[in-house]
């Protein structure tokens, strides 16, 4: 309970970054607020005294302090502000669009987890053979390929060339390989990687030998013994990678014109749309904070060998 504590009290500074973040980058956002309002809603540019009570309205004029402790207020009720475009409230838009960025940062971590676990075990079981040297170079090409690169030859490949995927839009399960797969495969290179220098630090401990020694069948000292012991760091792992999809899938929402709340926020900033803007980077850093968050509490789920009671990140002992 100290530890859940302990990093429940390390959210709080850390979301107030984040909030600040926001705020500074409004602040120094191109474009007058005041004025983009008034067009809005007035269909007409404002003279200045229209614009200065449009100000005065929206709380503008305020002290900086003043209107960073207001936002940090509203959003704690879920109030991310108004969209200069629309005229909806932020975290609407927001919640509307989740659902598709959750579908599509799901389906990606899941095929990272595919791809790459047994890509990374595979090559830990066969170290320095022929199969280990050629999984370690598909992995390390995977991970090294941009996701727009990706998604393009995906795009080339499957919809032009074999018309056998869509290339844009959302909807049935066919829409939703090409983006996941395009957002999949880097990290399943780098998820490979990790595990294959995880299951090698593993298969070098002395319980492994001892049971070898016991006569224990192969696929249960691997399955059982090894793979328990080295799912910690892929767990972490694959947490930072869904957590990352949920908020940074920017390029390949946009590639792929996916409804998502990334492309929404690549629209606000072509639109210098700035509460968007900033409820977007609030939204998207509490989701990554509470992935986090959620990763950290399951450590001892995973081994209870784990000290939770004095380090302030879990330690194998």
């Not at 090294?144 to 490949?157: C, E, G, K, T």
């Amino acid at each position: 309970m100290t530890y859940v504590a302990r990093r429940v009290a390390y959210v709080i500074p850390l979301w107030l970054g984040i909030t600040l973040l926001a705020f500074v980058m409004a602040q120094f956002a191109p474009g007058d607020a005041a004025s983009t309002v008034f067009a809005r809603e007035h269909g007409r540019p404002g003279s200045a005294a229209e614009i200065e009570r449009t100000r005065q309205q929206l709380g503008l004029d305020d002290p900086a302090p003043e209107r960073y402790v207001r936002s940090v207020s509203d959003a704690l009720h879920g109030d991310l502000g108004t969209s200069y475009t629309s005229g909806r409230p932020v975290a609407s838009e927001l919640l509307d669009r989740f659902p598709a960025t959750l579908e599509l940062a799901l389906a990606a971590t899941f095929l990272a987890v595919v791809l790459g676990l047994p890509l990374g075990v595979l090559a830990a079981l066969k170290r320095n053979t022929p199969a280990d040297h050629v999984t370690r170079g598909i992995s390390l090409v995977a991970a090294s390929m941009p996701s727009f690169w990706v998604a393009y030859l995906l795009i080339i490949l499957f919809s032009i060339k074999l018309h056998a995927l869509p290339s844009f839009g959302s909807g049935g399960l066919d829409h939703l390989v090409l983006p996941a797969l395009a957002l999949a495969l880097g990290e399943a290179g780098l998820l490979a990687r990790l595990a294959r220098a995880s299951m090698l630090e593993v298969l070098g401990q002395d319980y492994m030998t001892t049971a070898r020694a016991k006569g224990l069948p192969e696929w249960r000292t691997i399955g059982v013994h090894a793979m328990r012991n080295a799912i910690a760091p892929v767990v972490t792992q694959v947490g930072l990678v869904f957590g990352y999809l949920l908020a940074y899938s920017a390029i390949v929402e946009v590639v792929f014109v996916w409804p998502g709340i990334s492309r929404y926020a690549v629209e606000a900033i072509n639109q210098r749309d700035i509460p968007v803007i900033q409820g977007f980077v609030i939204f998207a850093g509490t989701c990554y904070i509470l992935v986090n968050l959620a990763v950290d509490l399951l450590y001892q789920r995973l081994d209870p060998r784990i000290d939770l009671s004095s380090a302030p990140r879990p330690v194998m002992s």
